[in-house]
C-alpha cells in the first residue's frame, strides 16, 4: 500500500488540512493540500495512484461542483469530506462517482479505509488504463490491411471467408492473420478476440450475419 | 258840307261874325272880325300843331301887352291884331268845344245820352288828347276839367297821372297795334280813383276815320272791371290752389269724358306712374290702361266699361306701375259726375297706392295663420277669458289633449264649467280662479286634468291676464302644461330616497356625509350612537369639522388625521386613515375612516361621503401579533434551527476533525516504531489549538444565537447605523418616534462584526422606543457617534422617557422591566461589546436614558 501513491487533501481550513495531512504522515501516506478547488486544479500532481480527499465547503466551488468539472478529465477517486452531511449532497456525490461521504469528525478507520479503497481502486484503474493504452498503441501499429482483417477474423469468419470477403488469397490472409496475432500480442483467438472485444472493434460480419440481418 | 254842318257850324258862325262886324263898327274895334276869324279857325284842320300853337301864343302876349296898355301906336295896333288873332282863334277853340253842345241839338242829345250812362265813355283827337270825357270818369278820377289842361281837357300827361305806372305801356303800346292794324283796341288797366285806390278798367278804343279815311279821332269807353278782376283774380287763385290741391293730394287723379276717353291727369298721375296724359291715351283717343299690370288689365278695362254703361261708380283693385318699374296695388275709385239733368258730363277717378296696405295686409294675415298655428302647435294646452272669466277661447291641442271644446268648457251662463278638473279638485280650483279674476292677480295650480280617454293626468295651469294701457285687465291667458311625468318621477325619487335613507341608517357602519368643504350634513344612526351627540349639538363652534375632529379624535393622532383630512378636501384624493375616535362612554376606538368625494356631471366635488369602521379589535390584535413576531424575530433571530445547527455542525466540525485527525496521527507516531516524538508533539499543539478554537464557537454561539461566522469587517459607522435605521424606520414611525443620528466627522471606520452591532444598535433603540412609548410630547432617540479618545468610539442611543431604575441590574440576563420579553436583550448586547473589546452601560439624564458602548478602533482577537 505504501508504493508510489499519493493523497490529494482539497480543503479551505488549514486545521483540517494539516491535521490530514499529519494522519496520513503517520500512516506513511504521502499527501498534497490545497486550499481550494481551483489550486488543486492548476497544481501539477504526480502520476501514480491517488486518492482526493475533497470537502464540499469550498470558498471558490462546492466540492460537488468541482466534482463534476474534473469528470471530464481523468481524476482519483474523490472521498468527500463535510462538516454539513446532508443527504441530498451525499447522494449526489456517490451518483456522480464519489467512492465515500464522511462528515467531521471523522474516525481515522474511516478515513484510511477510503482512502486505501481510493488508492486500490486508482491502481487497479491505471492498470487498466495502462493495458487499454497499449492495446490501442499496438491496434494502431497494425497496417491498415491487418486492421481489415482483425475484424473479420475476430467474428468467427473461416479464413477462406474472410480472403474472399477481402479479394485476397487465403495464403495472403493468414500471413495477415498471424502478424495481428503477433502484433496484438494475443495468445490466442479467443485472446484475441477479448482484446478486440476490449478495443471494441466492432463485429462486421458473421457467418450467421446475413440471416440476422435479415431477421 | 252837310247839312247837319250848316246847322251845326255854319249858321252859328254866321250869326258870330254878324254880331261881331257891327260890334266892330260900333265899337271902331278889330274886334268885331273874331267872328269870321273863329269861323275860320274852325274849319282849320287838324289840331294842337305846334306853329298854331306858338302863334296863339305870341298874340296872347300880345294881346296881354295892348291890353295893358303898354304899347301904342303902330305896334300897339300891331299887338291889338295879334291879340285879335289870337283870341279869336281861342273863341274858336271854345265855339268848337262847345260846338256840339251849342250848334247840335241831336249832337247835344246824344251828348246827354252819353254822358247820363254809366260808362266812362271818352273819345279822342287823333294825337290822343282827350276830346270828350264823360262826367262819370271825372266823377271817378277825381279830375276838374279845368286841371286837365287850358285847351285841352286830357292830355297825355293826365292820362298817365291816372293810369298805372305798369300799365302805361301796354296802353300804349295797344294804341300802336290799333293804329297799326286798323283795329279796334282792348285793353285792361288800372286808373286811379280819386282816393288814390288803382281799380282795374277795360278800356276799349276804336279808331274813328273820315270820309276820306284820315284818322279823325278815337273813341272809346271804359269799364270798372275791378270787381270782376277780383273775382277773376280770385278765381284765378281759387284755380291755382285748386291745381295745387289736385296736384298735391297723395292720389292719382284723372279724368275721361262720358265714353272714357282719358283728358286730364294730374301731376301726381305723372309722377307716381311716369305716364303723361298721352301715354293713356291711345291713338284714336280712347283709354289705353298702360300703367296697368298687363294681366289686370283686361279685367279693369272690362269693369270700366261696365261703369261707363251704367253709370255706377267704379270701383278696381289692381296692380299699376310706377315711375321706377315696379308694380303697386292701386286702388281706383271714379264717379260720374252729372248735370242737371242726370246726364254724365265727365268721369272724374282717384287712384291710391295701396301696396303697402295690401302688402301689410297680406303679412299680417300670414303673420295671424303663424300665429294660429303657433297657438295650436305649442305642446302647452292654451284657454283664454274674459276678464270676469268666460272662457273665450281654446287651443286645438286643448280640444285634442281633453276631448273638451270651448262649447263644452262654457257653462250656459257663460262662466267656465271646469269640466277638465277632476271633481275632487274643482271647487278649490274654482275658488282659486275667481279670486284671480276678482283680484287680478296671476296664480297658478296643479290638478288631475281630464284627458280625451277619460283618465285624469297631473296638470300644472298658470294663468295670466294681459293688461290694457290703464292697466285693466283685457283678457286672461292660460297655459297647461301636463306634468303627470314630473309628478310620477318626483314621487318615485322622493320613494327611492326614503329607501336609501333607510338602507344608510340601518347598513351596521357609521357614515358622515360632508359639503366639499368638509362640514358634516348628515350621520347615520350607528355613528351618532356611536358618538353619542347630534350634528346640531356641535353648531357652536365656528366649523363643525374641527369641532367633530376635536372632540373625537384621539390627541395624539389630531394633528395627523387633521392634515390628511385637510390635503384630501383641498385636492379631492379619497381619504384613508386609522386613528381612535373617542366613544361616547370616553373609551378611545380604534377606527378606520374613508372618505370618498362624490362628483357631479362636470367633475366637481359635491358632497364627502365618510365611512367609519370600528377596527379597534383587529388593531389590538394585530397588535399583539406583531409584538409576538418581534418578540419571535427577536429571540429566534437566527432563522431556523436547521440552519441554526447546519452551521453549529459546520462551525464545530472543523475544528473537531481536526482534533480527530490529529489525535490518531499522534497516537500513530506515538506507537511507531521508533516513537516519532517530535511528530507526535506537533500533532498535541495543533489538537489544543483546534479545541480552542471549538469552545470559543460553542461560546459565541451560545452568546449570539446565530450562526453566521465571526467575521469582522472595517466598517463606516454612519452606514451601519443607517442601515439600522432602514429597518427600525417602519416601525418608528408608527410609534411617533424619530430617530435623530449624529456622526462626528473624524470617526474613522473601525474593524467590527456589521451584523452583531446593528443587533446591538436595533435592540438598544427598540428599547429605547420602548421606554418614550407612555411619553407625551415629542419622542426623538438620539444616536450620536464620537470619538472618545485615541483609541476608542463612542456611540450613544438616547431616549426621552422615563429613564431606567435598576441602572445595575438592567444588563443581567432575564433581568426585565417589560411585561413581555426574556431579558436577554441587553445580556446579549453587552457580550457583542465585550467581544469587540468595548464597553456597553447606561446613564440616567434629565430626561429619559443614554445607553452607550465603546469600540476599540484597533481591533482585538477573540481570545476570551
Not at chain 1, 83 to 106: E, M
Not at chain 2, 74 to 89: C, P, Q, R, S, V
Not at chain 2, 187 to 204: A, C, K, M, N, S
Not at chain 2, 806 to 830: A, N, T, Y
Request: contains cysteine; negative net charge.
Amino acid at each position: 500500500m505504501n508504493e508510489d501513491c499519493i493523497v490529494f487533501v482539497v480543503d479551505d481550513d488549514l486545521r483540517i488540512r494539516e491535521a490530514l495531512v499529519e494522519l496520513l504522515a503517520s500512516y506513511g501516506i504521502p499527501a498534497m493540500a490545497f486550499g481550494s478547488g481551483g489550486e488543486y486544479m492548476h497544481a501539477d500532481k504526480p502520476d501514480m495512484p491517488a486518492c482526493l480527499l475533497l470537502d464540499v465547503e469550498l470558498p471558490d466551488i462546492s466540492g460537488l461542483d468541482l466534482q463534476r468539472r474534473i469528470a471530464e478529465h481523468g481524476h482519483p477517486p474523490i472521498v468527500f469530506i463535510t462538516g454539513h452531511g446532508d443527504i441530498p449532497s451525499s447522494v449526489r456525490a456517490i451518483k456522480n462517482g464519489a467512492l465515500d461521504f464522511l462528515t467531521k469528525p471523522f474516525s481515522d478507520a474511516d478515513v484510511m479505509n477510503a482512502i486505501r479503497s481510493a488508492i486500490l481502486q486508482d491502481r487497479a484503474d491505471r492498470t487498466v488504463r495502462n493495458e487499454m493504452s497499449l492495446l490501442k498503441r499496438r491496434y494502431l501499429d497494425l497496417t491498415p490491411r491487418e486492421r481489415d482483417v482483425l475484424p473479420l477474423v475476430v467474428s468467427g469468419l473461416l479464413n477462406k471467408q474472410a480472403a474472399a470477403q477481402l479479394g485476397i488469397s487465403e495464403v495472403t490472409l493468414q500471413i495477415h492473420r498471424r502478424n495481428v496475432m503477433q502484433k496484438m500480442a494475443a495468445t490466442s483467438l479467443a485472446d484475441l478476440v477479448r482484446i478486440a472485444q476490449r478495443l471494441e472493434i466492432p463485429l462486421t460480419d458473421s457467418r450467421r450475419a446475413e440471416e440476422s440481418d435479415r431477421a | 258840307m252837310t247839312a247837319e254842318r250848316f246847322r251845326q257850324y255854319w249858321l252859328p258862325a254866321i250869326g258870330a261874325s254878324t254880331v261881331g262886324i257891327l260890334l266892330c263898327w260900333y265899337l271902331n274895334e278889330p274886334f268885331g272880325l273874331l267872328a269870321p276869324v273863329a269861323a275860320i279857325y274852325l274849319y282849320a284842320p287838324g289840331r294842337s300843331s305846334w306853329w298854331f300853337r306858338a302863334v296863339w301864343t305870341i298874340a296872347l302876349l300880345g294881346s296881354v301887352v295892348a291890353a295893358a296898355g303898354l304899347a301904342s301906336g303902330d305896334l300897339g295896333h300891331i299887338l291889338k291884331w295879334t291879340a285879335f288873332f289870337t283870341l279869336a282863334l281861342s273863341i274858336g277853340e271854345i265855339i268848337e268845344l262847345k260846338a256840339p253842345t251849342i250848334f247840335g241839338a241831336d249832337a247835344l242829345e246824344a251828348m246827354r245820352i252819353v254822358g247820363s250812362m254809366p260808362a266812362y265813355t271818352w273819345s279822342a283827337s287823333p294825337d290822343g288828347h282827350a276830346t270828350y270825357v264823360s262826367a262819370g270818369t271825372f266823377a271817378y278820377t277825381g279830375l276838374q276839367p279845368a286841371t286837365g289842361g287850358l285847351f285841352h281837357l286830357l292830355d297825355n300827361a293826365a292820362w298817365r297821372r291816372i293810369i298805372h305806372p305798369d300799365d302805361y305801356s301796354g296802353l300804349m303800346d295797344k294804341r300802336r297795334e290799333s293804329l297799326a292794324l286798323n283795329i279796334p283796341f282792348d285793353t285792361e288797366l288800372r286808373i286811379r280813383r280819386h282816393d288814390g285806390v288803382y281799380r282795374w278798367f277795360r278800356l276799349f278804343g276804336s279808331l274813328s276815320r273820315d270820309e276820306k279815311g284820315k284818322l279823325a279821332g278815337w273813341y272809346g269807353t271804359m269799364i270798372d272791371i275791378e270787381e270782376r278782376k277780383v273775382a277773376e283774380e280770385a278765381l284765378q287763385r281759387n284755380e291755382r290752389q285748386l291745381q295745387q290741391l289736385i296736384d298735391a293730394v297723395p292720389a292719382s287723379i284723372w279724368s275721361t269724358t262720358s265714353e272714357g276717353r282719358p283728358t286730364y291727369v294730374n301731376k301726381r298721375f305723372t309722377q307716381m306712374t311716369g305716364a303723361t296724359l298721352e301715354d293713356i291715351t291711345a291713338p284714336d283717343g280712347s283709354l289705353r290702361l298702360s300703367v296697368l299690370h298687363p294681366d289686370d288689365r283686361d279685367d279693369a278695362m272690362a269693369t270700366f266699361k261696365r261703369s261707363l254703361d251704367t253709370g255706377e261708380p267704379y270701383f278696381k283693385r289692381y296692380r299699376q306701375i310706377r315711375s321706377d318699374g315696379v308694380y303697386h296695388w292701386t286702388e281706383t275709385r271714379a264717379e260720374p259726375l252729372r248735370d242737371h239733368n242726370g246726364t254724365v258730363i265727365k268721369w272724374y277717378g282717384q287712384s291710391v297706392d295701396i301696396h303697402a296696405s295690401v302688402v301689410a295686409q297680406q303679412a299680417l294675415e300670414q303673420s295671424e295663420r303663424r300665429l294660429q298655428l303657433l297657438v295650436d302647435a305649442v305642446p302647452a294646452m292654451i284657454w283664454s277669458t274674459t276678464p270676469e272669466g268666460q272662457p273665450v277661447f281654446v287651443n286645438k291641442r286643448f280640444m285634442d289633449v281633453t276631448g273638451t271644446t270651448l262649447a263644452d268648457a262654457t257653462g250656459p251662463d257663460g262662466m267656465p264649467t271646469l269640466c277638465t278638473i277632476h271633481p275632487d279638485y274643482r271647487a278649490d280650483a274654482r275658488r282659486m280662479f275667481m279670486e284671480a279674476f276678482a283680484t287680478g292677480v296671476a296664480c297658478m295650480k296643479r290638478y288631475p286634468q281630464l284627458r280625451s280617454d277619460g283618465s285624469h293626468r297631473w296638470s300644472e295651469v298658470r294663468v295670466e291676464p294681459s293688461r290694457g294701457e290703464n292697466d285693466e285687465v283685457l283678457q286672461w291667458y292660460a297655459v297647461c302644461v301636463d306634468i303627470d311625468d314630473e309628478v310620477q318621477a318626483n314621487e318615485a325619487l322622493r320613494e327611492s330616497e326614503r329607501s336609501l335613507r333607510q338602507l344608510v341608517e340601518t347598513l351596521p357602519a357609521m357614515i358622515d356625509c360632508a359639503t366639499p368643504d368638509g362640514e358634516p350634513i348628515y350621520r347615520s344612526k350607528q355613528l351618532r350612537d356611536f358618538l353619542g351627540y347630534n350634528l346640531e349639538e356641535l353648531d357652536k363652534e365656528p366649523s363643525r369639522l374641527a369641532a367633530t375632529l376635536d372632540a373625537g379624535v384621539h390627541p395624539a393622532d389630531l394633528q395627523g388625521v387633521k392634515d390628511r383630512y385637510a390635503h384630501s378636501l383641498a385636492t379631492g384624493e379619497p381619504y384613508a386613515r386609522r386613528h381612535r375616535l373617542r366613544r361616547f362612554d370616553g373609551e378611545y376606538r380604534w377606527v378606520e375612516t374613508r372618505a370618498g368625494p362624490m362628483r357631479d356631471a362636470a367633475g366637481a366635488i359635491v358632497q364627502w361621503n365618510v365611512i367609519c369602521l370600528d377596527i379597534d379589535g383587529e388593531m389590538r390584535a394585530q397588535e399583539e401579533l406583531r409584538q409576538a413576531q418581534e418578540k419571535l424575530a427577536r429571540a429566534s433571530q437566527a432563522a431556523s434551527l436547521a440552519e441554526l445547527s447546519a452551521s453549529i455542525a459546520h462551525e464545530v466540525n472543523q475544528p473537531l476533525a481536526a482534533i480527530v485527525a490529529n489525535s490518531h496521527a499522534c497516537q500513530r507516531w506515538l506507537t511507531a516504531s521508533p516513537p516519532n516524538i517530535e511528530r507526535a508533539h506537533r500533532t498535541v499543539e495543533r489538537v489544543i489549538r483546534d479545541a480552542n478554537g471549538a469552545a470559543d464557537v460553542v461560546s459565541r454561539i451560545r452568546a449570539l444565537f446565530k450562526q453566521s461566522g465571526e467575521k469582522r469587517n472595517i466598517s463606516d459607522l454612519s452606514h451601519v447605523i443607517a442601515e439600522v435605521c432602514d429597518l427600525i424606520a417602519e416601525e418608528a414611525a408608527r410609534r411617533h418616534t424619530r430617530i435623530a443620528v449624529d456622526v462626528e466627522a473624524e470617526v474613522p471606520q473601525i474593524a467590527i462584526d456589521r451584523v452583531q452591532i446593528q443587533q446591538v444598535l436595533t435592540n438598544l433603540i427598540r428599547n429605547g422606543i420602548d421606554a418614550m412609548d407612555a411619553a407625551a410630547g415629542d419622542k426623538i432617540i438620539h444616536v450620536r457617534v464620537s470619538c472618545q479618545s485615541d483609541d476608542t468610539v463612542q456611540i450613544s442611543v438616547s431616549d426621552l422617557g422615563s429613564g431606567v431604575e435598576f441602572p445595575d441590574k438592567v444588563f443581567q440576563p432575564f433581568f426585565s422591566m417589560k411585561e413581555q420579553g426574556m431579558g436577554m436583550g441587553l445580556s446579549i448586547c453587552r457580550s457583542i461589546i465585550d467581544a469587540h473589546g468595548g464597553n456597553l452601560w447606561v446613564e440616567n439624564k434629565s430626561q429619559g436614558a443614554t445607553f452607550a458602548f465603546s469600540l476599540p478602533i484597533k481591533s482585538r482577537t477573540f481570545a476570551r
